[in-house]
């Protein structure tokens, strides 16, 4: 039995009882770490394919130890320009044993129960939208106030326009202030 899991933004072939180095993972060594991502489980030919990631599936980890990879150089040259830069880089890993994998676990059970909850949100909505006509009544001053507001966030163009609808005189030549205190 093999699996496809996704373990620090890789993609990895893992068996049971595996040792493999990934990138630097959050967990002290000797910790248990579960990874949930599981694009593939092969189960002795009976192949299950996520899409992207299996529901229900894991895959069990424990870490071994943290440590370095091998230095790599990288050498940067220009010729005929006296440019040279020489950089090294050794990549922080973690040592980890594969333990178990699981092919289903007690999340398809937790799902239902979130559904449950969407079902019932819907009717306070409702509820919500029957109040709303209501808390729309303001005084007159009010609406000037937000009337006001929106001119304010409203384009010259689009003053200009309104102002054409409503017959103010000399909209045209109006800057953006003036064309405000016009419409009010």
Known sequence: MYAIVDIAGQQFKVVKDQKLYVHRLDADAGNKVQFDRVLLIDDNG?????????????????????????KVIVFKKKRRKGFQKKNGHRQSLTEIQITDIV?????????????AE????????SEAKKEAPVKEEAPKAAAKKEESKDLSSMT???????????????????????LIDALK
Do not use: C
């Not at 009976?46 to 091998?70: F, M, R, Y």
């Not at 969407?118 to 909505?125: I, V």
């Open 118 to 125: 969407t079902a019932e949100k819907p009717a306070p909505k």
């Open 103 to 115: 092919a289903s676990g007690a999340k398809p059970a937790a799902k239902p129960e979130k559904k």
């Open 46 to 70: 009976k192949v299950n394919i996520g899409a992207p990631a299996i529901s229900g599936a894991a895959v069990s980890a424990t870490v071994l130890e943290h440590l370095k990879g091998d």
């Open 156 to 178: 010259v163009a689009e003053l200009k326009e309104m102002a054409k609808e409503k017959g103010v005189s000399g909209y045209s030549s109006m800057k953006k202030a003036e």
